[in-house]
């Protein structure tokens, strides 16, 4: 009786928790209020979202490394064709040590990693 009673207290806490989160309904403004409007000069690029994001040298380690888990012996950026078909790519050129080899890959600039690319 008493693990039913506690298990219907967590229970019941754990769906009142959930309620407590849920999102909050929104109703449809046409325009911000005017202390929120602000002239494109006052607007920050950082803040607008990109097209499409560039992968940084970090990044292309870190997916290097859990790909291959090996460890990183060096890496720069560079600028090379993934495959014969395809034009030339701006990305990173990574080299990781896989139990005492060292292979060399591409990471182009959406994080792909091509391991035949033509430097």
Request: hydrophobic share 35%; aromatic share 6%.
């Amino acid at each position: 009786m008493r693990r039913f009673a506690l298990v219907a207290v967590f229970a019941l806490g754990s769906v009142a928790g959930y309620a407590g989160e849920a999102p909050e309904e929104r109703t449809e403004q046409t325009e911000p209020p005017a202390d929120e409007q602000s002239s494109d000069r006052e607007r920050d690029p950082k803040d607008e979202p990109t097209k499409r994001s560039q992968v940084s040298l970090e990044d292309a380690t870190a997916i290097v490394r859990q790909a291959y888990g090996g460890r990183v012996v060096s890496a720069a950026a560079a600028t090379a064709r993934p495959q014969r078909a395809r034009p030339k790519e701006s990305g990173y050129r990574v080299r990781v040590d896989v139990d005492g080899r060292v292979k060399t890959v591409f990471v182009d600039a959406r994080g792909r990693i091509h391991e035949n690319a033509e430097y």
